[in-house]
């Protein structure tokens, strides 16, 4: 694969992940924890084994608690660059993980990748929503996107997000004093 600089113009395409897939898949989760794992004093056989553990808890959590759901493989200009699983709900679209390689990333993909999501939301007269890590670079193109955070306080580091339908901000928080 080479890194020459992706076109603004790029064509993105989904196709159903198969299990042949799945040595692709791990590596776009792996990408995905480098910077934390980056602090760890795991060897990088440790870090492979760590990966491959988290990963098949992460596919089979996915597989126990989504329903109607779509995995899909992300390919820019028939490149494989990412994943991205939705869940399809009467009243609501679930963006159970969206992901990209780190060459793929901040070139205006993920706005043109979740564009579709969001118009079948609308569609629909359905919420959009996912769950967010505190420190996730990847907030602000949520908030651009019409999502915002729904609670105060949720417990470890991830927060559920939403979008009303045809693009106005869900319901936000408000912090009292008590």
């Not at 600089?5 to 042949?20: E, F, N, V």
């Not at 979740?114 to 193109?141: C, I, M, T, Y």
């Amino acid at each position: 694969m080479t890194d020459a600089p992706l076109s603004g113009t790029s064509a993105i395409a989904l196709r159903p992940a198969t299990p042949a897939d799945r040595p692709l898949l791990l590596r776009i989760y792996a990408s995905t924890r480098e910077q934390e794992l980056a602090r760890t004093p795991f060897t990088p056989e440790q870090k492979a084994a760590f990966l491959e553990q988290q990963f098949t808890a992460q596919s089979a959590h996915y597989e126990r608690h989504y329903s109607d759901t779509s995995y899909d493989v992300v390919e820019v200009g028939g490149a494989p660059a990412g994943r991205l699983i939705v869940a399809r709900w009467p009243q609501e679209l679930r963006i159970v993980d969206v992901a990209l390689l780190p060459r793929f990333r901040g070139a205006g993909i993920g706005t043109r990748l979740l564009a579709p999501v969001l118009a079948e939301a609308d569609g629909r007269g359905a919420k959009v929503s996912l769950h967010v890590e505190r420190f996730n670079p990847a907030q602000r193109l949520y908030q651009r996107l019409g999502f915002a955070p729904v609670a105060a306080e949720e417990q470890g580091i991830r927060q559920l997000w939403e979008r009303a339908p045809s693009g106005r901000p869900a319901r936000r928080y408000v912090k009292t004093a008590s």
